[in-house]
């Protein structure tokens, strides 16, 4: 009988120890389920604002395709949304990762016109110092915005900097390797359009001249 409350006690400190460690997991998969939900509600919001409604006529969250580029786009397989007006594809929005922030990876949208030049760009998540980094948020600065039309020609490729190392960018002042990581992995983003242009944009390869 001596031993029969040290038994209970032991099975309800281990019963405790199930509950707790239910607890801990149920709760990391309802905040990751949140966290995955809250990005994707921003990354439909983001679509609509890089690409507004009046240039599309399709549902551009579900025209997507998978492309891999690990070394460009910052993930083994990134997703591209088509955006189309009369079946003509029109822009492309990217989701590459950057993953040289201060702080860790940088999730973006990049969007991209038929043209090369950019639609947009956007940042879906990030963990960069608040009050510093944090200014490539939309809401924090209007940073972001100096990409708008922008393209590997304007400016030149090798502009594609912040000014603290010669290229055509800003920086934030205390904070320079969030600017310069965003600014290489818009550039980034566009090298592998150009490079994929053909088969991105459905278009029909150039065919050459046959030889008089």
């Known amino acids: 009988m001596g031993n029969l409350p040290i038994l209970i006690s032991g099975a309800l400190l281990g019963l405790f120890g199930v509950l707790g460690a239910g607890l801990v997991g149920l709760s990391h998969d309802l905040t990751e389920a949140r966290i995955i939900q809250n990005e994707r ?10 690409v507004p409604d009046d240039q599309a006529d ?3 969250s579900t025209d997507v395709i998978e492309v891999s580029d690990p070394t460009r786009l910052g993930t083994p397989t990134t997703r591209v949304y088509r955006a189309k007006l009369s079946g003509e594809i029109v822009a492309l929005v990217l989701s590459p990762v950057v993953t040289q922030g201060y702080s860790g990876s940088i999730r973006l949208i990049v969007g991209v016109r038929q043209d090369g030049t950019l639609a947009g760009v956007r940042v879906l998540s990030h963990r960069e110092t608040p009050g510093l980094g944090d200014k490539i948020e939309v809401d924090r600065s209007d940073w972001i915005l100096d990409f708008n039309d922008r393209s590997l020609v304007s400016p030149p490729t090798s502009q594609w900097k912040v000014k603290r190392d010669g290229g055509a960018f800003d920086q934030f002042t205390g904070a320079t390797i969030t600017p310069r990581a965003v600014v290489r992995g818009v550039r980034s983003a566009l090298e592998f359009v150009r490079q994929n242009e053909v088969k991105l944009f459905e278009r029909q390869p150039a065919i050459a001249e046959a030889e008089q």
């Open 41 to 50: 509600e921003s990354l439909l919001r983001q679509l609509r604002v890089i």
């Open 58 to 60: 399709n549902d551009i």
